[in-house]
């Protein structure tokens, strides 16, 4: 999973307009997203998620959001791969 958004991220900074925000490569998915996300997450999420993270989020760089899930995707799996597991005698009773 980390792979593919590390991938997306790349792909997007490269082949992507120069310094596109992601606020404007939603726009250019789909003209009337951007109408329609407050009133969304206003209802669904709250004004605060509004106001204090998704308005910040469609500014910032367009490779960044999938950039931001690759890295957490690797820090969990690395967290999962590193648990201590349980000691088990190996003794035969």
Avoid: N
């Amino acid at each position: 999973m980390s792979a593919i958004f590390l991938v997306a991220a790349v792909a997007i900074a490269t082949f992507g307009p120069e310094s596109i925000s992601l606020g404007q490569a939603l726009y250019l998915l789909d003209h009337d997203v951007l109408d329609k996300l407050p009133a969304w997450s206003t209802r669904t999420l709250g004004t605060w998620m509004w106001t204090a993270v998704i308005q910040p989020l469609l500014v910032r760089p367009a490779w960044l959001v999938p950039a931001s899930a690759g890295i957490v995707c690797i820090g969990l799996s690395m967290s999962f791969a590193y648990r201590k597991t349980s000691h088990r005698s190996h003794r035969r009773s």
